[in-house]
């Protein structure tokens, strides 16, 4: 294994995905809402994998289940696999956080950001390709 697969010296806006490991690092931005408007980062969906979120700055409101959490900076959640989930912003400021998932997940988001169709029929498919399932 070579080092630099495995070291992101500046992680921001970027993802830490190493050949092999099970799991992943991305640190990224979620834009703030306005009027209270919610803005998912992802529809619910569900997955095998675990999935955590470390807030850096702002906070995140995290839908467990059927719970909801307010994350402030500083805080953590983590959804355990086969658990109905989504995330957003809840302030109008900018949220920082830390990303941490399976390698079959960051395939299905890399998928999604590829896809030139984001209809809902052509997001089932996608993510039922990458044994998920989109619930929204």
């Known amino acids: 294994m070579s080092i630099p697969e495995t070291f992101e010296p500046a992680l921001r806006g970027r993802t830490l995905a190493p050949p092999g490991s099970g799991i992943v690092l991305a640190e ?3 834009e703030g809402a306005a009027d209270g408007e919610r803005l998912e980062q992802a529809p619910l969906h569900r997955h095998g994998e675990d999935e ?3 807030v850096l700055e702002g906070v995140l409101g995290v839908r467990i289940g059927d719970e909801e959490v307010e994350v402030p900076a500083g805080g953590a959640a983590i959804v355990p696999g086969g658990t109905a989930h989504t995330y957003w912003n809840p302030r109008p400021e900018p949220a920082r956080y830390l990303l941490v998932m399976g390698p079959k997940t960051n395939a299905l988001i890399n998928a999604i950001h ?3 169709d984001r209809g809902p029929d052509a997001m089932r498919r996608l993510f039922e390709e ?3 399932e989109l619930l929204a």
């Open 114 to 116: 590829a896809a030139a």
């Open 28 to 30: 990224w931005e979620a």
């Open 52 to 54: 955590a979120w470390y």
């Open 130 to 132: 990458h044994d998920a």
